[in-house]
C-alpha cells in the first residue's frame, strides 16, 4: 500500500510543505522511521533528531517547518499520525461469532442482540449482557453481573457475582473485579474475614488494565466514576469510591474506603492509605506516599506526599547535605585550633 504526500495531506486535512507528489510506503516512530516511510515530530525542539532521519516526509504543528524534509503541517500531531498509520496498517477486522457452543452460558442468563461470546467462556446464572458486546474466550461472568451495552472483556478477566460494568467499558486480561476485601477482624487469637456483601460498579467508559484488581465493597459497592482510566497492575480496595475521569497508572495501590475527586492523576507506583480523600484534579507524582488527605487542585510528591514546591525545596536541601558537612568538619577544626590558640 502506498500514498503519495499530498493524498496523505487531504486525508488528515493538514498543509504541505515541499513536494506533495514523494511517495511514501509507510509510516513508523522517529527512531524506527526507514525510506520510503513518513514519520512525525511534535515538538520543535526535535528538529535536530531529523537531521539523521532516514524518514521522506514528516508530519509536524503548524509551527514547525523541517529544514530537510518535506512535511504535512497539522493542527493536532497525533492525531494526523493516527489517521495515516491506520490507512497503512487498517485494525484487523473481526467476523461477529455469536455465542460459541464451546462457551458455558447459564439458561437464565440474558443476552443481548449482536453479542460474541467466544470459546471457553464462563456465563454464570441470570447474568445481563448488553447488546454489542464481546466476551473473550476464558472469561468468567458470576451470578447476577450486569454488563453494559458495548462493553469487551478480554481473556480470562474473572468478574465476582453482582458486579456491574457500564456501557463501552474495557476491561483486559486477568483483571479481577470483585474479589473479597482485605478486611479482617481479630476474634479469640484468629483474624476473621469481615463481611463481603457489597459488589463493584464501573461507571460508562471505565478502562480497566491488565492484572488490575478491583475488591468488593463491606456491605456496599466499590465504584469507579465514569470515564475513569485504570492502568495495568492497579489495586483498587474494598469501600472505595473512584471519582470520574481519574488516570490511575501502573502498580497504583490505593486502600480502602478512600474517595477520590474527578480528574485526578495518580502517577506509577502511588500509594494511599485508607480513609482519605483525594481532591478533584489533584496530581500525585510517581512513588507518592499519600498518609492524608489531599486538597483539590494539589500537586503532591514525596514519601510522605507533601505540596511539589515544599519537597522540592526539601531535596534541594538535602542534596547539599555533604558540602554542609564538609564545612561544619572545617568550622570544627578552626573552632579546636582557636581553643588551643586561647587555651580554652
Known sequence: MQATLAELATLVGGQIVGDGRVVI????????????????????????????????????PKNFCPENLPAIQVDDVHRAFTLILRHFCPPRATARIGVSPLAVVSPSAEIGPNVDVHPFATIGDHVIIGSGSTIHSGVHIMAGSRIGQDVTIFPNAVLY???????????????????????????EGRHVLSAQLGNVVLGADVE????????RGTYGPTSI?????????????????????????????????????????????????????????????????????????????????????DQKLKQAAFSKLPEMRRQLKQMQKTLDALKEKTGG
Open 208 to 215: 480497566v488494565g491488565a492484572s488490575s484488581t478491583i475488591d
Open 225 to 309: 466514576g465514569e470515564g475513569t482510566k485504570i492502568d495495568d497492575q492497579v489495586m483498587v480496595a474494598h469501600n472505595c469510591r473512584i471519582g470520574r475521569h481519574n488516570m490511575l497508572c501502573s502498580q497504583v495501590g490505593i486502600a480502602g474506603s478512600t474517595t477520590t475527586g474527578d480528574y485526578v492523576v495518580m502517577a506509577g507506583q502511588v500509594g494511599v492509605r485508607d480513609h482519605v480523600h483525594i481532591g478533584a484534579r489533584a496530581v500525585l507524582g510517581a512513588m507518592a506516599g499519600v498518609t492524608n488527605d489531599v486538597p483539590d487542585g494539589s500537586r503532591m510528591i514525596g514519601i510522605p506526599a507533601t505540596p511539589e514546591r
Open 25 to 60: 510506503r509507510g509510516a513508523a516512530v522517529l527512531r524506527d522511521a526507514d525510506v520510503g516511510q513518513i514519520t512525525l515530530v511534535d515538538q520543535s525542539e526535535k528538529n535536530q533528531q531529523l537531521q539523521n532521519c532516514r524518514a521522506a516526509a514528516v508530519v509536524t
Open 161 to 187: 457475582e453482582n458486579t456491574v460494568v457500564g456501557p463501552r467499558c474495557l476491561i483486559h486480561a486477568n483483571a479481577v473485579l470483585g474479589a473479597y476485601g482485605f478486611g479482617y477482624g481479630f476474634a
